[in-house]
């Protein structure tokens, strides 16, 4: 593998499948602090981008996808949100430690299919962190969560509906691989559509940014899936977060 700091190298590869390269193109987008690594310097057919503790890997060429795996599994590594195909590789090549099963799902200004949302939105700021902490999913694994969250808000858009005093009731944010998550709407007001309306804002301030809006969504997480398809997110295919030993 070789090391390069200019990612413009990778501009044609990613190119040829951008929703399967969605999760890279968001870290090169909103993260300054990476690692690339490629097959090739002139020509590269595969990348190995490392972000924090996360690995994404991508390759259309099997022996390629070989190279970089065999040079990546000598220690045990994290992968985010990969391609399935690329999961069920490494599980042939090293021992699974975790893992969760997700649907890439996109939307697109064609296939947005809600333009407006029904409530007035707005965006989290720094005094909401704590109460978009307190109910987030993976709290418990994530010791930082709390910073982590105050970094979504400052350096990503965010939506929020409140309520009559101003407390988030819904809401989502972009993450750092620009997917839309940690959505959440509280149990007493559920049913009112409010996730709906977060979710357009936020679309339409992704598509503001020039980014397409994607999510992840584990694959038997029906009422989610159900919500995406409602507004018009396309399902490209299944990814996998997973760890090996």
Known sequence: MYKINDSKVLINLLSKDKIGNINTIGRLKFQKEYNLFVDNLNNPQGYILQNDEWNVIYSQDSKTTDKLLDS???????????LRKYYDLIEKKAEIEWNEFCYLYYVTPESLKIKKPKHKVDSLTLNDAEIVDYYYTYRSEHPKSLDYLKNCIQQRPSSVVRDENGNPISWALVREDGSLGVMYT????????????????????AFDLGHTPYVHIVTDNSPSIALSESIGFKKYGEVVWFGTK
């Not at 990546?72 to 990969?82: H, R, S, V």
């Not at 509280?186 to 301030?205: F, N, T």
Request: aromatic residues 4%; proline residues 3%.
């Open 186 to 205: 509280k149990k007493e007001h559920r049913g009112k559509g409010l996730a709906i309306s977060v979710s357009v804002d936020l679309i339409k301030k």
């Open 72 to 82: 990546l599994l000598k220690k045990p590594q994290n992968f985010a949100g990969i």
